[in-house]
């Protein structure tokens, strides 16, 4: 009986955990959707037009995408900044930029 016990709660702490882990959105799956056009570590041209975001600075790539979030033309990348917060624009300014 005890056994069956502890099974059970580990197993309703794990699925927790998975939960959370999977509805969270961590800082890698806030970039992947990017690394479709700006290549796996933003080195690319994306779609032979942007610059290329690794050479640019924090400051610069923050700039960027808070300029895309406000706009209010119909650009490709309006959509995707729109969607993030101004932490995870931070963020991403911090980890990507040089
Ligand atoms: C569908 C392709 C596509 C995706 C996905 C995409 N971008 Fe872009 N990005 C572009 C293009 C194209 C430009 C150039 C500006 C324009 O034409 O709108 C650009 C420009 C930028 C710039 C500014 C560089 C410049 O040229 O001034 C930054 C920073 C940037 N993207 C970051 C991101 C981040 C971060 C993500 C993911 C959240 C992302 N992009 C997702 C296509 C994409």
Redesign the pocket.
């Known amino acids: 009986m005890a056994a069956s016990r502890v099974f059970f709660i580990k197993s309703i702490f794990k699925i927790s955990f998975t939960l959370v882990v999977l509805c969270a959105p961590s800082f890698s799956s ?2 992947s ?2 690394k ?3 290549g796996k570590n933003f080195e690319k041209r ?2 032979g ?3 290329i ?1 690794r050479n ?1 600075s924090k400051q610069e ?1 923050i700039n ?2 808070e300029r ?1 979030k406000k706009s209010k033309s119909n ?3 309006r959509g ?2 729109s969607r ?1 917060s101004d932490k995870q624009i931070e963020q ?1 300014g911090k980890v990507i930029g040089k």
């Open positions: 806030i970039i959707v990017c479709n056009c700006h994306a779609l037009r942007s610059e975001v640019m790539i960027a995408l895309f650009s490709i990348m995707f900044a993030l991403i």
